[in-house]
């Protein structure tokens, strides 16, 4: 199996191998994918983090030797917190901005450098290297980061995120990998009866009229969820579903909750 890291800040991944096609998902600064075939000008992948696969522009791939992977495999992940950052190159004045959930392999803690292949990258911002002692305290101020976020099918960024996307990435840096779309994440976790056994953190699905999981979003204080609809926004919640403040109605069905976080 071959292999690549990222070196760009974000990067498209779309179903098909063609620019007309959507996006489905994205590939954010430093983490690593295996590649899975290529064309001309197309590279099919399959993301580590949670095994999404689909095609990236093949002058975007960074390959690297199958041994960096291994000992990467083997090493606590690093991952930014801030919304943006900007980190530059030791080897040239190049400054680029990564944005929060990236991974940074082969982090340095006594120097905040990293590396990617040859390259060695210096860093100032902030990063989590284990689970934070209040995981679900850091996951709500994760969230609130991204307030006002716009909506993007397939976007992973505060730049555009969509529901899934948003979760995942939270659930990210606060060291617990989740699946990528809301109708994988529903899969894992342990099941609350009531929105009174919610905490911080947990997780909130919705349907739709077909019974099809289309929507998740993070519980937050009591009857107040964070979720990404439209926009990054704050919406209160009850078993009813998800209640607009804006235009006082419901938008979302309740379908269920889940606890993933421990304890």
């Known amino acids: 199996m071959r292999y690549g890291i990222s070196n ?25 994918y295996a ?26 791939v960074n390959e690297v030797d199958n041994a960096l992977i291994t000992q990467l ?14 980190v530059q190159s030791s080897d040239s004045y190049n400054n680029f901005l990564i944005v929060a959930g990236s991974s940074l392999p082969f982090y340095n803690q006594s120097d905040k450098t990293f590396r990617i292949d040859d390259s060695l990258y210096t860093i100032k911002g902030n990063v989590t290297i284990e689970s934070p002692p209040d995981v679900r305290a850091t996951i709500i101020e ?10 993007l099918w397939g976007g992973r960024s505060p730049l555009g995120v969509d529901c899934s996307g948003l979760t995942q990435v939270l659930y990210k840096m606060v060291g617990i990998p989740i699946p990528r779309d809301a109708s994988q994440q529903v ?34 204080e009591r009857n107040k969820i964070i979720h990404s609809s439209g926009k990054v926004r704050i919406d209160n919640v009850d078993q009813f579903g998800i209640y607009n403040t804006e235009t006082r109605k419901y938008t979302h069905k309740m379908r269920l909750m889940k606890r993933i976080i421990d304890g």
Request: aromatic share 12%; hydrophobic share 40%.
């Open 35 to 60: 590649i899975l075939e290529e064309t001309e000008k197309w590279t099919r992948i399959r993301i580590e983090l949670d095994g999404y696969e689909g095609w990236i522009d093949r002058k975007m």
């Open 142 to 151: 994760n969230a609130l980061k991204y307030f006002n976020a716009p909506y």
């Open 187 to 220: 899969q894992i976790g342990q099941h609350l009866s009531f929105v009174d056994e919610a905490q911080p953190g947990d997780l909130a699905f919705f349907d739709n009229d077909e019974g099809l999981i289309t929507h998740v979003g993070i519980i937050w």
């Open 8 to 32: 760009l800040s974000i990067i498209p991944v779309r179903t098909e191998p063609t620019e007309k096609s959507e996006m489905c998902t994205q590939v954010l600064f430093g983490e690593h």
């Open 73 to 86: 495999q083997q090493l606590p992940a690093v991952v930014t917190t801030d919304v943006f950052n900007i």
